[in-house]
């Protein structure tokens, strides 16, 4: 552990049990541990971390933010979800709370506003989108409890495999589930974002490129998205939080739970476009590869 100018300390795992690195070189060679392979390890780590008396926590938050391509990333995902809960079981009064990145790119609970936003987009739509004859981006409303009519989008698409669609869903249900416990859960739906492992697959790459051609889809460069979703981050884990803590007085009252990822989600225009971004996948990629277009600041 080092201490930063603000005053602030990071505290990171070593191996070779040979005390604290003499130098920041050293410190950046021992630093670091294996998700998969060194789960229990991890645990024990934070277990003596977050409980060490002299430290004084009041509270831990895991951030459940690791992305693995393929099935590492639903084997990740259950190691993340075998530290939040043993951190949880064993906290010994300190609050341990946690945040997940939720993705419009599976099944979710939509505003009703973003479901008639899409209606009317599909009214508006120009001649030439009509062409591909693709399918409407709606669903028929669910009742909810009370009466209410509950809308929903399911973003599911085959290019991004089960593997994806799995792991992300698993990380979902999870952040219902401690929420639904009392526990503060930061549950922030991510946008698009031009990160390393999409812009990487030549496929997502174009895709990402091809996406403004069919407002108001949009897809964001990563520092933009990674300071929006840190800001949010920041929010939810404050007092003031509503959405984010189930024990909270001013705490929203979802009829559904899974409305949390409703609340405040950065969707990138998923859920308000015309059409089902499955059924123009093809039109999306050609246009990527032969006219690549990204707004600027984003």
Known sequence: ARSAPTGARLLVPVSGGGGVPAD??????????DLLTETPEILAWLRSVVGDPSRRFTSATVCCHVYMDGEAHVRASVAMDEIVTGLRASSGGIAVSAAYLGSPAV???IPAAAAAASAQARETAPWWQRLLNPAPNSWEPVEAEGGRQLHYNSGFAVVQG????????????????????????STG???STRTD????????????DGQAHFPPLLSFDAPTASALMASILLHDLS???????????????FDNPNEVFAAQAVHAGLWRAAWRLESIGAAVYLLGKTWPTHPAGL
């Open 197 to 208: 492992s999409m812009t990487r697959s030549d496929t997502m790459s174009a895709v990402l």
């Open 107 to 109: 099944f979710s609970p």
């Open 162 to 185: 089960p593997n994806y669609a799995l792991a992300k869903s698993m990380q979902m249900w999870r952040a219902v589930q401690l929420r639904e416990e009392g526990a503060l859960v």
């Open 24 to 33: 920041d070189t050293a410190l950046c060679q021992a630093a670091g541990c």
């Open 239 to 253: 007092p003031a939080a509503s959405a984010a803590s189930a024990a909270h007085p001013a705490r929203r009252k």
């Open 189 to 191: 739906m991510a946008p």
